[in-house]
C-alpha cells in the first residue's frame, strides 16, 4: 500500500535553531515528491517539487531535499512566521489514476 | 496573484441532507480537484476533473458524490444525503497540467454534519 510518513509529528524551535523534518515514502508509480505549507483553516500551499534523488530546491530558509526513500525539509535559522505544518505529498500513477498522497504533516512552532 | 476561491467557508447541515461546496479555480488552469481533510488527519484525494469529465476518483468518490462544473467559471461538488462522517474540510485545487502535483488550493469549505 502507498504510503507516505511525516516525522515529527510536532517540532518546537527557538528562532534562528535549524532544524529538519523527514518525510519517508514507499509509493509505486512515484512521478515526483512535493512539500506544502498549510497554515490554521487553510489550503495547502505548495514550495517544492523533487523529481528525482539527489536534486534539491531552496527558497528563502527552505531547502529540500530527495532520496530513494526520503525528502527532508530543512530549515535554516527560523522566524516565527515559518510557523506552519509541513505537507509532504507523493505524486503517484497508483491504482489507475494519478494523485496526491499526503503525509500527515509535521507542526512546526518557531517562538521568539 | 491569482487564487482559488471557495463558497462557503463553513456550512452547517442536517444528517441526509445535500450540499453543494462551490469553487471558482484559476482562470487559465484546466484541471480541477477536491480533496478532504477530516479534523486531525491527513489530506485525502477525491477527484479530479478535466474537460468537463472526471478523470479520476478515489474509493472514497462514491455514488454519493458527484462533481460538475456548471458554467465557465465554477466547479461544484454535491454531497447528496450527508452522513456524520462526512464532515470535514474540503479544499478545491487547480493546476495548470495534468502530471504535475503543483496544485493551488483554495482555503477551504469546512462542511459539519449534525
Known amino acids: 500500500e502507498d504510503q507516505v510518513t511525516q516525522s515529527p509529528e510536532a517540532l518546537r524551535l527557538q528562532e534562528g535553531e535549524s532544524s529538519s523534518l523527514n518525510c519517508s515514502y514507499t509509493?509505486?508509480?512515484?512521478?515526483?515528491l512535493f512539500w506544502y505549507r498549510q497554515d490554521p483553516g487553510k489550503g495547502p500551499e505548495f514550495l517544492f517539487t523533487?523529481?528525482?534523488a539527489g536534486e534539491e530546491k531552496e527558497k528563502e530558509r527552505l531547502k529540500a531535499t530527495l532520496t530513494k526513500k526520503e525528502s527532508f525539509l530543512h530549515i535554516t535559522a527560523p522566524k516565527p512566521e515559518d510557523s506552519a505544518t509541513y505537507l509532504c505529498?507523493?505524486?503517484?500513477?497508483?491504482?489507475?489514476?494519478?494523485?496526491?498522497?499526503f503525509g500527515a504533516g509535521t507542526r512546526l512552532a518557531v517562538h521568539p | 496573484e491569482p487564487e482559488v476561491t471557495q463558497t462557503p467557508s463553513h456550512q452547517v447541515t442536517q444528517m441526509g441532507q445535500e450540499v453543494i461546496l462551490r469553487c471558482v479555480p484559476i482562470s487559465n488552469h484546466l484541471y480541477f480537484y477536491w480533496y478532504r481533510q477530516i479534523l486531525g488527519q491527513k489530506v485525502e484525494f477525491l477527484v479530479s476533473?478535466?474537460?468537463?469529465?472526471?478523470?479520476?476518483k478515489s474509493e472514497i468518490f462514491d455514488d454519493q458524490f458527484s462533481v460538475e462544473r456548471p458554467d465557465g467559471s465554477n466547479f461544484t461538488l454535491k454531497i447528496r444525503s450527508t452522513k456524520l462522517e462526512d464532515s470535514a474540510m474540503y479544499f478545491c485545487?487547480?493546476?495548470?497540467?495534468?502530471?504535475?502535483?503543483?496544485?493551488?488550493f483554495g482555503e477551504g469549505s469546512r462542511l459539519t454534519v449534525l
Open positions: 505529498a507523493a505524486f503517484s500513477f497508483s491504482g489507475g489514476y494519478n494523485k496526491l498522497i
Open positions: 476533473f478535466y474537460n468537463n469529465e472526471i478523470s479520476e
Open positions: 509509493v509505486s508509480g512515484l512521478r515526483g
Open positions: 485545487a487547480s493546476s495548470g497540467g495534468r502530471d504535475t502535483g503543483e496544485l493551488f
Open positions: 523533487l523529481y528525482s
